[in-house]
């Protein structure tokens, strides 16, 4: 008798094939999301997220309605909404494109006059166009030397508004990005603060802070977030402002999980919810809401922990660069736009410059053989995400990573740093100084005696 179970050939199945040996392998990413380093974690207690994300299909009475929770959903959201000090929060398990697109829908009414930052996600341009609004852009008027990173000033901002309204007809709707990718960091809460007292009349805004749920449990960065407003709220009670944040670039959560937050008028949170309706996939996915609630309790307990220790991760990695000599040919740098009081740089990112060892597309395809992940580079730099997944172990295989790199192109290379070993504290190499076979040696022969190597 003939069996009726179907076996299937792995040639079958090429793309669980492919997620499977990606999954045995130790990935050691400097990208997003965190949470496939879940259960490695330094701080947080081993786990498997899977354990707690059952799918489901039932709704309503035997769980709870997704878009107009009145039971353990909506007692979830509240949790989270009391965590990012906004007056609600909402799930949303479509991806931030998604999010945003409800966001801009539960703001906008016909006919609106729009003011959008050139550097939102396209997902804000793509619904925007699909509304047919009237539509203006604010335009990055800032570029950093290597012409790569691009911001707005304040004063640009606040002219354009004003002068739309000198026109006649001032913007309905203001919408911006608060944080790139690299890592700028926009002070919201100052560039509000700055507008309404110049005289704007806006008093609707959308923030896309979709790199930015980290920055609400780091002590240097939280007075610049979207819902650090309450003094702001209380002398212009008209103002609704709303933010989008995607959870799984930041937080333990699956790839898809987002949030939406606000701040205003008690209209407005139904309005999101019918928007939501209006939007979102009637069939929400359950192991990523899940996710959310998990994301929520892990955060109330370990944030601010979790994310001073990515800090003291960043803090480790740069010290190595300024100590190990393979790695004498690297710098990193943070600030870009100084003196510009508006903007800030986010901690936990860096951007490493490697020109010294070469391309960094080449750089980055090499530290992939050593299960090192990043994802872009800008120019000669390597941008490396330190995010809440990211453990010790991890920064020690970019370190060795790098260093192995730093040995190969170390030898007859030009140093533009001081090499010195302590003691005495007498420089063996200065900036300009080859670097080559002889001097490679000495500073081994160094290291093996003990003494401390720092390249500055």
Known sequence: MQSNVIKLNREETPLINSLRTICQKKIYSFHALPISSFGHSDILPSRKIEDDCLEATITDEAFDNFFFPKGVIKESQVLTAKLYNADHSFYITGGTSVANQIAITALYDDKYNILIDKNCHQSVHFHSQSLRANVDYLCPDLVAEDGQLKAWSIDKLTRKALTKQLEGAGYDLIILSAQSYEGLIYDIPSVLLKLLQAGVSTRKFFIDEAWGSLNYFGEDTKTYTAMNIDNIVEAYPDLEVMCTHSAHKSLFCLRQASLIHCKGKDLLSHKIEVAKFRVHTTSPNYPILASLDLAQNCMRKYGNEVASYSRALVNMF???????????????????????????????????????????????????????????????????????????????????????????????????????????????????????????????????????????
Do not use: W
């Open 318 to 456: 740069k010290e190595a660069v300024n100590s190990e000599p393979e790695l004498s040919l690297l710098h990193t740098e943070f600030e870009v736009f100084r003196g510009h009081q508006h903007i800030a740089y986010d901690p936990t990112k860096v951007m490493v410059n490697v020109r010294s060892l070469g391309d960094a597309s080449e750089i980055k395809k090499e530290l992939l053989k050593d299960n090192i992940f990043i994802k872009r580079t800008l120019n000669n730099h390597l941008l490396l995400n330190f995010h809440i997944g990211v453990n010790k172990e991890a920064v020690n295989a970019l370190i060795n990573g790098l260093k192995t790199i730093g040995n190969s192109n170390l030898k007859n290379c030009i140093s533009n740093k001081f090499i010195i070993p302590y003691p005495p504290g007498v420089p063996i190499v200065f900036p300009g100084d080859e670097i080559n076979s002889n001097i490679t040696r000495k500073i081994r022969q160094c290291e093996e005696n003990g003494l401390l190597i720092i390249s500055a």
